[in-house]
Nanobody, 121 residues
Framework: QVQLVESGGGLVQAGGSLRLSCAAS????????MGWYRQAPGKQREPVAH???????NYSGSAKGRFTISRDNAKNTVSLQMNSLKPEDTGVYYC???????????????WGKGTLVTVSS
């Protein structure tokens, strides 16, 4: 019913920029916190950036100063602007959202299927 779909991944050279977007769709009542995670090959998924419903943000140490997370509550989207990309940023980036779906009593965490970002050296 509810789904998150990421877009914007691709191949970019080190030092370049990329903008990822995630759109939530379906029978949604409210979206609370949203975030971006990434998983490098053979590694565990790790948080990259987080944003609250009112715009407060948190970043991982590696993302701070280079990445910017933002959201558009009217469109149910969250974006991640990535600048000064490094090869170690390579991985599958996943969108996450805590939201309440229509007909459910509690908010739940939802995940997108991911979008691949490859940064070449």
């Amino acid at each position: 019913q509810v789904q998150l779909v990421e877009s914007g991944g691709g191949l970019v050279q080190a030092g370049g920029s990329l903008r990822l977007s995630c759109a939530a769709s379906g029978s949604i009542v409210s979206i609370y916190d949203m975030g971006w995670y990434r998983q490098a090959p053979g590694k565990q998924r790790e948080p990259v950036a987080h944003i609250t419903s009112i715009g407060g943000t948190n970043y991982s140490g590696s993302a701070k100063g280079r990445f910017t997370i933002s959201r558009d509550n009217a469109k149910n989207t969250v974006s991640l602007q990535m600048n000064s990309l490094k090869p170690e940023d390579t991985g599958v980036y996943y969108c996450n959202a805590d939201l309440k779906a229509t007909g459910t009593p509690y908010a739940m965490s939802y995940w997108g299927k991911g979008t691949l970002v490859t940064v070449s050296s």
